[in-house]
């Protein structure tokens, strides 16, 4: 059963940086694709990141390209967010997510706060 513990969210002004991490157990953490998501108040859960399953390849919404950068640690099972330059509408609850073909598997989020 694989269990997602995702830690390192809070509250940081305007044009800081925070690292969030998601620590995986129960899997096989190199079978697997890791994502960040992220869900606003009144807002619909959006992709923020992605990391293939060996690490090679990242993807990240326009919105944050250039400022958050994803990566993953095989040896901790463990993948990480990096946000820098945060501005207030990066204000969420940031979600991982395990994926392996149809399979998928969420964490239980940790919040983010931005203030001006």
């Known amino acids: 059963q694989v269990q997602l513990v995702e830690s390192g969210g809070g509250m940081v002004q305007s044009g800081g940086s925070l690292r969030l991490s998601c620590a995986a157990s129960g899997v096989t953490f190199s079978n697997y694709a890791m994502k960040w998501y992220r869900q606003a108040p009144g807002k619909e859960r959006e992709l923020v990141a992605g990391?293939?399953?060996?690490?090679?390849?990242?993807n990240y919404a326009d919105s944050v390209k250039g400022r958050f950068t994803i990566s993953r640690d095989a040896a901790k099972n463990t993948v990480y967010l990096q946000m820098n330059s945060l501005k207030p509408e990066d204000t969420a609850v940031y979600y991982c997510k395990a994926v392996r073909g149809s399979f998928g598997s969420w964490g239980q989020g940790t919040q983010v706060t931005v203030s001006s």
């Open positions: 990391i293939s399953s060996l690490g090679g390849n990242t």
